[in-house]
């Protein structure tokens, strides 16, 4: 545990040295001390896992905390090297991406230590097993990252979703103070091994402490309907933060989900078809949904939700494994959810970080406003695409191999022993093969109206690809682990198989999981043999291909295409959404012409959250309503407000008396 200690001391002082140099040199010395820090995070982590120790360090902080556990398990070692690796790439690429901030005289400052702090409070939210210090670090990450999604606070609708953000991790934090006063309550202790006998007795309350946790985690995970705060504030924050939260913080969400199903041991069924019924609405929705976005950061948010749905379905089938005794079907489920986890985080800052590079460009996240760019910034389009393939779980690449071991989980589970896990697992089936075809549609509209076809603005056809090295490096290096988890999963598998042995514990675990690396090393020989046979047939294709002659032919009168008549991210996606329009409420913004000769006509279509047309925004105006009841008190008349505080003084002691 040294090694750890001293990588969060590393982090804290490069935040805290940022401070005192010049705005130009911040981010280097955080990168540089995220560097050292991730190194020795990686060895700490791989030795834990390579020899199933559990590396504990505990000491008395106060009267208050009592007892402190720091423990990094083989669950917390996994979650480490996610959280340090993606910081790290993170970081890196923000050198370059806040450049332009910096060259305006921009202050970065309090950028650079929230982004160090957030990093720091992860990495202790994975390892800290007491209570109390818990609910102070998750609030520190959620503080750290409220300040780095408004870093552009000025602009109205920054604010607002960071607000949003806010209001909904309170909520996350109150759900976790409650779950843990009652096992305080319960047991009389702060730490989290005191917990496991306590729930262990009373399956009832283990179902509350479940629902309260779940409710909790999930709000920052990111499972609907506790979502509509990711589609605000991954669009708001800069690109890097963008990926380090929807890449990393979120699955701290289904860390804790995961700690809480080893304290809780045995579940019930009532958990695992909570976890499954959950994760099948929220992986729905949220492709649902990306579909019909067009800002490019937004449609990838929504698509967090989606991933997070699919990792909780593979946790909620492995849950059904459990309490079926089926261990074929739990190990599957387990290990699918969990290297999701990992490869999800993968693509997904990939994506966000391709994404942040054309905004750097071009300036606008809107894909309507694209196009062309293939030609214009080829590098940052092959790393989009390789990324959009390994999210829609398309063979060679990482996506694929964590969904087909979750596929697997759900077809060796069907020789159901009753009719209702029967169906259900045919529901997951079928809704998780048309996640992955609607995920298709979603990213072959993204990258075809954002990269091919002819420029729709001046800002797509003016772009150069002077992307700096420091913002294409971490870029690089997360599509090669994709491309390496996709082709060798054998040697990746093995970070989660001491966790899924030790969260199952049977004798058949080790003898499973054993079975699962020898499947991927199959999978791992498919994916060669397809690469190869690929290669040796775009070799002879561009051998054999003979130049085009150009003729002048007859064509309907189609002469010079322009980007008027490409097809739009609207037009691609319309006749699935208007299939399906009873799950959006569609807002039409239109302007008709008005004379002969009109100077300007639009037809928009937008698409709004269900959730938060018909639930979210009449609780708020009923909200507004009560609390405009209050207004007159505040008048801004100052011996008014001396008379409230003389009442309220005369009421306070008035109480005192009475209870003296």
């Known amino acids: 545990m040294n090694m750890y200690f001293i990588s969060l001391g590393l982090l804290l002082f490069g935040a805290l040295i940022s401070l005192t140099v010049k705005e130009e040199w911040k981010l280097k010395i955080c990168s540089f001390f995220s560097a050292i820090s991730t190194v020795l995070l990686l060895i700490t982590s791989f030795n834990i896992i390579k020899s199933g120790k559990i590396a504990a360090k505990s000491f008395y902080l106060s009267s208050l905390f009592g007892d402190v556990n720091i423990v ?31 060259l305006k005289g921009r202050k970065i400052s309090g950028h650079c230590f929230f982004l160090m702090m957030l990093i720091i409070s992860m990495l202790m939210v994975v390892t800290v097993q007491n209570s109390l210090l818990f609910l102070v670090v998750w609030e520190i990450m959620s503080l750290s990252s409220f300040f780095l999604v ?39 202790s702060l730490n989290f091994s005191d917990f496991v006998y306590a729930v262990s007795q009373n399956k009832h309350f283990a179902n509350v402490i479940f629902v309260l946790f779940f409710a909790g ?38 860390y804790g989900i995961l700690r809480v199903l080893t304290i809780l041991g045995m579940p019930t069924k009532f958990i695992a078809y909570t976890v499954l019924i959950t994760a ?21 948010a929504y698509h ?82 390789i990324a959009s393939v390994a999210i829609c779980g398309l063979p060679p690449f990482n996506g694929f191999i964590s969904e087909f071991l979750i596929y697997g989980a759900i077809i060796i589970g069907l020789p159901a022993p009753n009719i209702f896990v029967f169906l259900m697992l045919i529901v997951s089936l079928a809704a998780l093969a048309l996640v992955g075809t609607m ?28 992307v700096p090295p420091v913002m294409t490096v971490p870029m690089t290096i997360l599509a090669i682990l994709i491309c390496l988890i996709g082709i060798f999963p054998q040697y990746f598998i093995k970070l989660i198989t001491a966790h899924v042995s030790a969260i199952l514990q049977g004798s058949m675990v080790e003898q499973i999981m054993n079975s699962v690396v020898n499947l991927t090393g199959s999978i791992s020989l498919l994916c060669l ?30 002469d010079k295409p322009n980007n008027r008549m490409q097809y739009s991210a609207s037009s691609y996606a319309d006749l699935f959404i208007s299939t399906l329009r009873v799950f959006f409420k569609r807002i039409s913004h239109i302007k008709k012409p008005s004379e002969i000769f009109p100077k300007e006509a639009y037809y928009e279509m937008e698409t709004e959250d269900i959730e938060e047309a018909y639930i979210l925004k009449p609780l708020l105006k009923i909200d507004e309503r009560f609390l405009a009841m209050f207004e007159k008190i505040q008048n801004g008349n100052m011996r008014h407000y001396i008379l409230f505080g003389l009442i309220f003084l005369i009421l306070s002691i008035i109480g005192l008396i009475y209870i003296g």
């Not at 552009?152 to 109150?174: F, N, W």
């Not at 800069?238 to 913080?249: K, L, Y």
């Not at 750097?360 to 062309?372: F, I, P």
Request: charged fraction near 15%.
């Open 217 to 254: 985690f999930g709000i920052k995970a990111g499972f609907a309907p506790f979502h509509t705060w990711l589609p605000e504030a991954h669009p708001a924050a800069p690109s890097h933060v963008s990926a380090i939260m929807s890449g990393v913080m979120i699955k701290t969400g289904i």
């Open 304 to 385: 967090s939700i989606e991933n997070i749905g699919i990792i909780g379905i593979g946790i909620g089938a492995g849950l059904l494994g459990v309490v079926y005794s089926n261990p074929m079907l739990a190990v599957l489920g387990f290990s699918g959810g969990i290297f999701h986890i990992l490869n999800h985080s993968l693509f997904k800052e990939l994506l966000f970080l391709s994404a942040g590079s054309v905004y750097t460009k071009t300036h606008t996240r809107d894909v309507e406003l694209l196009g062309g760019l293939i030609k214009k910034m080829p590098y940052t389009a092959v790393l989009f695409i």
């Open 529 to 558: 043999i397809f690469i190869v046979i690929f290669i040796t047939v775009f070799i002879f294709v561009s051998l054999m291909k003979k130049k085009p002659k150009e003729y002048s032919v007859w064509a309907c009168g189609y």
């Open 280 to 300: 099948l609405l929220s992986a729905m929705y949220g492709v649902l949904y990306a579909i019909s976005q067009h800002d490019i950061k937004r449609l990838l």
């Open 150 to 188: 408004i870093f552009e606070g000025d602009k109205k609708e920054v604010l607002s979703a960071g607000i949003k953000y806010m209001v909904y991790m309170h909520i996350s934090v109150l759900l976790l103070i409650c779950a843990f006063a009652l096992l305080n309550i319960k047991t009389g």
């Open 72 to 102: 990094a398990d083989s669950l917390s070692a996994f979650f480490i090297i996610v959280i340090s690796l993606m910081s790290f790439l993170g970081v890196i690429y923000a050198a370059g991406y806040m450049k332009p901030y910096i």
């Open 439 to 466: 995920a298709v549609l979603c990213f072959t509209k993204a990258s075809g109206v954002m990269f091919l076809g002819n420029p729709r603005s001046q800002a797509a056809k003016d772009v150069k690809e002077d």
